[in-house]
């Protein structure tokens, strides 16, 4: 089990913004949909997912599709900008940030190659599109964007790696960060070793959430994590995570072939802080906190509503 997850390579490091890295962020559309190629390798197919009438296509481009790992990089952003946005900042489409901070956030090792990746990674979600259909008003739109709209190196060291970075995020992804379409992850999400491990964990956050249960059967979830290999050796690998248990939150069984999700403890959203904040009580916070919310984000949240109503 030891060997199953990363080592926390920057446990003792201090950080001048340390709530950035006690709260991840992950977008709710992206989780449902295998959006990520699981390949280590470059992956230049064209992925095609149909469900209820709505059709997906994924693009690589020459790079090929970006990957769950390139993700990290859309993860760091999300929750920079939610931090900011809860803090009552305002916030951009397009955002700076140093690439060291990204690496040590993201529980990556320093070191040359690391900057080479990054890199390589700004390019494939740069250059991967997604098409989709959307119905709205009983027409029916196709619309076909980016992971990101833009990237540009603003300034690298002597040695040339990068130093800070500017990204532009597409409108899918910025609002889903407006309209707080997100879903808070466990930091060890970052230690998981295995493509198809972090991908098991995004649909356990997203559709086991607080509850105590999800089930699924193998051959569904073989479909949403949008794993290539023959049901056999996938059969296999989910009994190999079944046996270490190493996923954050959440603990993995099967039996004649239908997978059960159920939660290791109970989510720190559910437990409240000894003190709230004045004039919101515990069972407002049970009633109006959002997916993903933390009781303290709530009651703050709300005590706020509170004041700007009785301002008016």
């Known amino acids: 089990m030891v060997n199953s997850l990363f080592p926390d390579r920057h446990k003792q490091r201090d950080f001048f913004t340390c709530d950035v890295f006690d709260s991840f962020k992950d977008d709710m559309a992206s989780m449902e949909h295998p959006v990520f190629s699981l390949s280590k390798k470059p992956d230049h197919r064209m ?87 959307i119905k709205t008003g009983g027409k029916e739109i196709t619309k076909e964007f980016g992971l990101i709209e833009s990237w540009g190196i603003i300034k690298e060291d002597s040695k040339g790696k ?29 230690r998981l070793r295995k493509p198809t491990e972090r991908r098991l964990y995004e649909l356990a956050r997203k559709h086991c959430g607080n509850q105590n249960i999800w089930k699924i059967k193998l051959q569904n979830l073989k479909e949403k994590l949008g794993v290539t290999s023959q049901m056999k050796l996938f059969r296999f690998n989910i009994k190999q995570i079944i046996e270490t248990n190493h996923l954050p939150e959440y603990n993995i069984s099967m039996k004649d072939d239908v997978v059960k999700f159920t939660r290791k403890e109970p989510p ?44 008016k």
């Open 162 to 190: 990068a130093v800070a970075i500017e990204v532009k995020l597409s409108d899918w992804f910025f609002n889903s960060i407006l309209g707080e379409d997100v879903l808070t992850l466990d930091k060890a999400y970052f």
């Open 268 to 311: 720190k959203e559910k437990i409240a802080p000894s003190i709230l904040p004045k004039h919101v009580t515990k069972a407002e916070v049970d009633k109006l906190a959002k997916p993903g919310e933390s009781y303290d984000e709530a009651a703050n949240r709300i005590k706020d509503l509170k004041k700007a109503l009785n301002s």
């Open 47 to 133: 992925l095609v997912y149909e469900r209820n009438d709505m059709v997906i296509k994924i693009k690589p481009s020459y790079t090929g599709l970006a990957t769950i790992f390139d993700k990290d990089i859309l993860l760091y952003l999300a929750s920079s900008l939610m931090n900011a946005k809860n803090s009552g900042e305002k916030i951009s489409q397009t955002v700076r940030f140093t690439s060291y901070d990204y690496i040590i956030s993201t529980n990556k090792s320093l070191g040359g190659a690391q900057y080479k990746i990054l890199k390589e990674g700004l390019e494939r979600l740069n250059g991967t599109l997604i098409q989709t259909n």
